[in-house]
DNA sequence: TTGAAAGCGCTAACAT
DNA sequence: ATGTTAGCGCTTTCAA
């Protein structure tokens, strides 16, 4: 897709140079190669004149600055890299959104990857950022530790989103403060009535620090401060995948048949528990009530609407990467950003009914 | 977080230097920068033992090759750029995850970037883009066509994936067979008895190209086909937003009580159609069916779940990532590339019921 | 097999 | 205000 106009000869002076590079601008404008950079990256003063006839000269050559070139003397990309589990999770997508938006204003690039889970794929993907010499990494770490332990050595500057690895405090991070939206939405269970409410957790086992611990520490924290008694029985926990969380919650529901609402402590939980009990037809809330971690967009469009915890994704992208380019200088000094989560109450959640009638144990056909 | 053992003697040799470089392993290890780069790169042939020497080496200074320097060297940086309109819609993340699956076995590294439907923002973005050299750029492009044009000038080699802008169609491309998905599903509506079909469209004004308006001449001609008259007053258009999808919905099902099918072209409009069906206490399937286009998770939870469009995101990320990478050197030839669509059946949609109760045409309370 | 040297495109002193 | 020059960290002939 060359400019060549079908008249063309070839071989002649047709300048077919891969690229216009500044040394191209400077000789078509009759300058040093210093006035072409001090043009394009706003520096040093330039008269008017010469602008304008640099200016001229890059249009005409459609000269665009290498990044590469300016990367290397900087010695930075200026980009950020971003590390989710996994792009197309609501929560995960909203946060980068985020991170896409402050980078905007700041005049960095991003680039992206998800490690699905995988510590290993993890400390890979944050060594191919460090090769790119992002200047700094915002993540939403998965179960390991080793990889940021490495990026902290080799000096890389890490934000983490949602989460933070045990063992790993010290490190700049901005949290949706699940334990307090944990806390009033158990309170607002059992404030319906509610006694017996299955937790329907999301922690991947052998990862401490995931904000799915810190929601089960604040269930059962709430439930003992209420009175209620915890039962082991009706805590459960599944995997990140839809099938795990399906089965645990099938499980939990054909188990305990006395159950009388649950609250799934994320999206994909929150969505098995809505159809399983369907499956058993369970109505909502009248049978069951039903509440979840996660404000997703179809929780508005689940009948009823279900009951969450809104956490600001997009604003725990947004200042996290806020965190990572600006106030790079200061440390985390009194922990981790906690930024609120809130409730939104709709119709999944009803008051307990005493003496409700028989349920069957079997599912339905 | 330097290494920096508490007895350690300031100005020392204590080697501060920001980040070990190729020259600093050369020396560490005995040896020439270019064996060095010859074991990092797998250029080359260099002695098992030289290559152990150079390993241990740089393994001791966290040497990390800058791929600043071997892009400037390489004219390129490796990586290649993603421009979506929103990476929160259920599409583009699918259609990036693709991508990214794809891009990673090819040891590429993925930029993303969001228009959010602004040609200019988008030709920002692509600008920006070409500034990081990258390889290639795979776009979902919103209405504008000033910046492929521009980075056909450039010379960059860009892939449009699920919908390519007018003029441009010599652009290689791989889109998803909208017109077959739609012809199909218009006909399983009309198998079902149903003849007063309205059509949610997606299509932005002044967006042609767009799959949004292949959806509607498809629906339109399979109509004709199959002798049912085509009422323009139920082909309604928003744009792709929650509220435009709303209001167009909303002004549709209290305008025509009569109608008894919706096909709604996009998620967003499906959402819609849904959430005005609900409020105007009209029965899925019984009082009308809904279908649409693009399978997002939700249409599962739906109550009924809803008959939908599968469209293989991230097949078509992956598809158009590969195109991009490995067949650069051949061209478009027998135009775009055309995944096939599935349809969904599910309980959303539901044969004509003659002598349907009558129904309010006031909004329900 | 290995090293020396010449850039890749740019910025930042330093000199005019 | 503008030109000269010395690299930034890497790959790649070209010799040895």
């Known amino acids: 897709m060359r400019r060549c106009p079908p008249g063309a000869r070839k071989g002649a002076a047709v ?11 400077a000789a078509a404008a009759g300058v040093g190669i210093a006035t072409v950079s001090r043009v394009f990256s706003g520096t040093g003063s330039v008269s008017a004149g010469t602008r ?159 904000p799915a ?21 009706l805590i459960v926990a599944a995997r990140p995948e839809r099938d795990s969380a399906y089965a645990a919650a099938a499980g939990l529901l054909q188990r305990r048949g006395d159950l009388t609402a649950v609250l799934a402590a994320g999206h994909l939980p929150g969505e098995a528990a809505v159809m399983v009990a369907r499956e058993l037809d369970l109505r909502v809330p009248a049978d069951i009530s039903i509440a979840m971690v996660d404000d997703v967009p179809w929780a508005e469009l689940c009948d009823p609407p279900l009951t969450a915890i809104a956490r600001p994704a997009h604003d725990i992208g947004y200042r996290a990467c806020e965190m990572l380019l600006r106030d790079r200088t200061r440390r985390t000094r009194g922990g981790p950003v906690l930024l609120p989560a809130e409730l939104m109450i709709r119709g999944s959640c009803g008051p307990l009914r005493t003496a409700r009638p028989s349920r069957r144990t079997t599912r339905a056909g």
Do not use: M, N
């Open 15 to 25: 300048a077919d140079r891969r690229t216009a590079t500044i040394k191209d601008v």
């Open 213 to 233: 611990e810190v929601r089960e520490s604040a269930f059962r924290d709430t439930l003992r401060a209420l009175g209620v008694t915890v039962e082991e029985d």
């Open 52 to 210: 304008e006839r640099v200016l001229a000269a890059a249009r005409d050559l459609d000269y665009r600055p290498s990044a590469l070139g300016r990367g290397l003397k900087l010695r930075r990309s200026g980009g950020i890299g971003v590390v989710v589990p996994d792009v197309t999770d609501p929560f995960c997508a909203e946060l980068l959104a985020g991170v896409l938006a402050c980078a905007r204003t700041l005049g960095e690039h991003v680039i992206v990857d998800a490690a699905h889970g995988d510590p290993g794929r993890e400390a890979e993907i944050v060594d191919r950022l460090v090769e790119q010499r992002v200047d700094g990494l915002i993540a939403l770490p998965a179960g390991g530790t080793a990889a940021w332990r490495a990026a902290a050595r080799i000096g890389a500057s890490v934000v983490f989103a949602d989460r933070v690895p045990p063992g790993l405090e010290d490190v700049p991070a901005v949290l949706a403060d699940d334990r307090a939206g944990v806390r009033t939405l158990t309170e607002y269970l059992v404030g319906l009535g509610h006694r017996r409410i299955a937790f329907l957790g999301a922690t991947a086992p052998g990862a401490p620090g995931a």
